[in-house]
């Protein structure tokens, strides 16, 4: 499929607003997780939407409609999900803020009563770059692309102040909008043709491949873990469920194949287990994580060499004898990273890196009030691992498209999540492996080896089990699918919310037993990769029942160290104007406000491209009597430093250096 990208140019302000403020801001622009301003996907695509709204009358109403669908119609299915989705434009290089502020005026021109309003905004000059993905091969969707990006001259709020104009272009494409439109609606047909094939495929016979699975993310990803009732916030967890993992492999096969993937969704070989974050940084190359098991803890506090006491009961006993007064141990929510079981790492759900955002849904008025104003957190984590199980025909078909990270294929973009087409957006790689990760951990005491195994995915509880404890509910469950006696569970339950797209939408509540619950058993399971692969309890087809082995104790815990940016402001000349006259102040015998206004005639009457005029003047400095030189040598050299800038920068520096000497005279 054809991945489109583009570029932003500002040539005024642009105030990209994330709907949040501050105490002193009241819309700060919208920023990724490293700190850098963005144009977000969801303003862009509603930006090309209101492009095809507007398109001149003569397009009749009918091909109008037809070409709004195309960027989705609520309540609306398709096999293959959306025709196209976008990324978030983010800079290139660096991009300065400033800060611009505005009051109402009334009829007398007095400024009204809590009017005044400051929002951050991008500079102009700013560029930024972005992709467009598109999952279809059809011209009308490439044209349509086209047509209502290289239209948008014009981003985030006050535009009709003048604020946020721009250039788009898009790589590779030298046709004006006017040209792309009138190729467009040339078309006799502007219907997107899905996939389809009257073809029986069985893949009964096919071997069980496993599959380790790498999702290398373009944006933050939303996957609610809990139903939005009662408010208008949406939070997503740290893992991506294995349902969500599922149905990204099915759409992906269905579009290359519809009935290899209904043969692999009915084939008993077809299981995936949740893609979880692992540290986007050198020295985690070849791991994987799993849930932190329910019956892990950390302390609470750092130990003075900065590491931690971790202890896990479900493997072996903690000496509690050892542990520091001032270091209790609490549970631990998050991940454990296996890089070996001499090697595990526990990253916890608070270090993980979120995004939040706020949305008003304007869209003409159009939009359900219900949800005109809602806020989403979103995990904004860079890579996911995770496994799945499949036949070799559906394996084959998915290696081809996506390839791996060494050779990615010709088609690795998918997008997972809520609101796919402007979030969710990534790179996902499928690698053969020999198996499931089926090595135990071991007692560190004795190196005994401890049948521990965590639960991945919510496990459905049956219907007729009436146990109270969810540690009772656990050990039915995994003694009625075979696993062996069980020594010792720990287990929380929990009601999960369903909805499907495919099947009458919303499913009943079920009881389910959380992802993070642990159990040992009394001895070593055999066959464990088919134990893995037919799970426990029901509801495979859901993503749910997978389990995978304890990886151990950790040793150590994950802090990510972000790298910290500092924006550049627009706003720099005012404190460089008054650090000279800090710095002029300090040496007893200041520049007069006179000097200054002297100073900055001649800058403005120098049109030379190195202000040669300007470097003359400050020559002559050297060789004035004493009790003038002594007024210049303590700022020269930071005069001589600001010249460098532009023009109209020196300026508005020595301007303010002028204003502060003529309020002291």
């Not at 005044?116 to 059809?138: C, M, P, Y």
């Not at 047509?147 to 272009?169: K, P």
């Not at 790492?345 to 955002?357: F, P, V, Y």
């Not at 369903?498 to 389910?512: D, S």
């Amino acid at each position: 499929m054809l991945n489109l990208s583009y570029t932003i140019r500002l040539v005024s302000d642009a105030e990209t607003s994330s709907g949040l403020g501050s105490d002193l801001i009241d819309g700060l622009v919208a920023r990724n997780v490293d700190g850098n301003p963005v144009i977000p996907a969801s303003h862009i695509k509603g930006l090309m939407r209101q492009v095809v709204k507007d398109l001149p009358g003569f397009v009749s109403d009918d091909k109008k409609k037809k070409i709004l669908d195309a960027f989705g119609v609520p309540g609306a299915l398709r096999e293959n999900g959306a025709l196209f989705s976008v990324t978030d434009a983010c800079v290139d290089g660096e991009a300065a803020t400033r800060l611009i502020s505005r009051t109402a005026i009334d009829e007398n021109g007095v400024a009204k009563d809590s009017s005044l309003r400051t929002n951050e905004a991008i500079s102009a000059g700013s560029k930024f770059s972005g992709h467009v993905h598109l999952n279809v091969d059809s011209k009308f969707v490439d044209l349509l692309v086209r047509y209502s990006l290289l239209s948008v001259f014009e981003v985030g709020g006050s535009r009709n102040r003048g604020a946020g104009a721009c250039v788009v272009s898009i790589a590779d494409e030298k046709r004006t909008p006017g040209m792309v439109l009138r190729e467009l609606l040339a078309l006799n047909d502007f219907a997107v043709q899905e996939s389809s094939s009257s073809e029986c495929c069985t893949v009964g016979n096919d071997e069980t491949v496993f599959v380790k699975l790498s999702f290398v993310a373009d944006s933050s990803i939303c996957v609610p873990e809990l139903p939005i009732v009662g408010n208008n916030t949406i939070v997503s967890g740290f893992a991506i469920p294995a349902s969500a993992v599922q149905g990204c492999i099915l759409t992906k096969i269905n579009s290359l194949n519809p009935a290899v993937a209904t043969a692999a969704f009915e084939s008993e070989n077809f299981r995936t287990w949740p893609m979880l974050p692992i540290p986007n940084v050198p020295g985690f190359d070849g791991c994987y994580s799993v849930w932190a098991s329910a019956s892990h803890k950390i302390s609470k506090l750092a130990n003075a060499n900065d590491t931690y006491n971790f202890c896990d009961e479900m493997i072996e006993p903690f000496q509690w004898e050892k542990c520091p007064k001032n270091a209790p141990i609490k549970s631990a929510d998050g991940v454990l990273i296996a890089c070996g079981t001499d090697k595990v790492t526990l990253w916890r759900s608070g270090d993980m890196a979120r995004h939040l955002s706020a949305h008003g849904v304007v869209n003409g008025g159009a939009s359900d009030d219900e949800r005109a104003f809602y806020t989403i957190e979103s995990l904004a984590e860079k890579r996911f691992v995770g496994f799945a199980a499949m036949p070799e025909k559906a394996f084959r078909l998915l290696e081809n498209v996506l390839g791996n990270e060494k050779n990615p294929g010709t088609d690795p973009v998918v997008s997972i999540g809520k609101a796919r087409t402007v979030r969710g957006t990534g790179k996902l790689f499928v690698e053969k492996v020999d198996s499931l990760p089926v090595e135990l951990p071991r007692t560190s005491k004795d190196n005994k080896i401890v049948p521990a195994f965590i639960v991945q995915s919510p496990i459905l509880v049956d219907s007729d089990i009436t146990a109270e404890s969810a540690d009772e509910i656990l050990k039915t469950m995994v003694e009625r699918a075979g696993w062996g006696e069980v020594e010792k569970a720990s287990a929380s339950i929990r009601i999960l919310f369903g909805w499907n797209r495919h099947k009458n939408g919303l499913q009943k509540a079920e009881r389910v037993i959380a992802p993070g619950s642990v159990f040992s058993l009394r001895q070593i399971p055999d066959n464990l990769c088919e134990k893995f692969l037919k799970g426990i309890g029901g509801g495979k087809e859901r993503g749910f029942g997978a389990v995978l082995p304890h990886p151990s104790i950790a040793k150590s815990r994950y802090i990510p160290n972000p790298e910290k940016k500092t924006v550049a402001s627009a706003n720099d000349a005012a404190k460089e104007g008054w650090l000279l006259w800090k710095t002029s102040q300090r040496s007893g015998n200041p520049l007069s406000a006179s000097q200054i206004s002297q100073l900055i005639c001649r800058i403005a009457a120098d049109k030379t491209a190195d202000k040669v005029e300007v470097k003359a003047y400050f020559d002559k400095q050297l060789h004035r009597p004493d009790n003038i030189w002594d007024r210049w040598k303590f700022v020269m050299e930071d005069i001589e430093t600001l010249l460098e800038k532009d023009s109209a920068y020196v300026k508005a520096a020595l301007n303010v250096w002028h204003d502060l000497r003529v309020a002291e005279e």
